[in-house]
């Protein structure tokens, strides 16, 4: 997995081999708020498009997430070493809980948390099997189970309704936050993320007049730029 901050410095080196950075236009967060965005976009459109194809050949919308989309972390008891979890009990809810490291990614029209894609126990541990947050009304009705059900809750939370046998590892997509240097993106189509992203910033870019051209000339033309924050023609004075 490679993370965000990587990735914008790769596309913004490959965007100035064309435009010097003297005045420069586009920053870092300018590249990094772009291949946050269009990972996120290549990642849904993938998903939906499976999701389609599924219900179309067997009536159902299930989707089998690729592995290479996924994190694994672990989950103990207590002590955890860097990239674990530690479970908790929430007193007010009665359940047992643990928090993710990174924000699960959400799906569009997704209500079953398909960016969580399962817990495994070690060894011999407890049968655990996933629900929607909308189907915990039911719980109560079931007949007496050792199944251990769990949900996703908010973006970083999963809830279990009975206390799960550690250790556990969660496996999920973690969301890409452009704020957060440190998100982890797949690397299988880090190169699409990064086309993409030039794409769109070679389109702005080449969409503005400035005051000087790469030799140092003045224009003749009238002068404008393109501003990214406001999303409109500037005339500079």
Known sequence: MAKL???????????????????????????KFHCAAKYSSILNGLFQIARR?????????????????????????DKPATGESVLLYDD?????????????FSFDFDSFGNGLNG????????????????????????????????F????????????PTLPLTLYYIPEVLNSNNDCVMSDNIVEEVIMATLQLMFGAKNGNVVKESNDGNKNDTMQQQTNPQLNKVQQLG
């Open 5 to 31: 901050s990587e990735i914008a410095s790769r596309a913004r080196d490959l965007f100035n081999q064309d435009y010097a950075d003297r005045n420069e236009f586009f920053d870092m967060d300018d590249f």
């Open 152 to 163: 996703l809750e908010g973006n970083n939370r999963i809830d279990f309704l009975k206390q």
């Open 53 to 77: 194809e599924n219900k179309a050949e067997t009536g159902f919308s299930n989707v089998e997430i690729n592995a290479q989309w996924l994190i694994h972390e672990k989950v103990v008891a």
């Open 92 to 104: 007010g809810n009665k359940r047992w809980y643990v928090k993710t490291r990174y924000n699960v």
């Open 119 to 150: 817990i495994r126990p070690y060894g011999n541990g407890c049968n655990l099997k996933k629900i929607s947050n909308q189907e915990i009304r039911f719980y109560d009705i079931l007949p007496t189970t050792p199944d251990v059900y769990y």
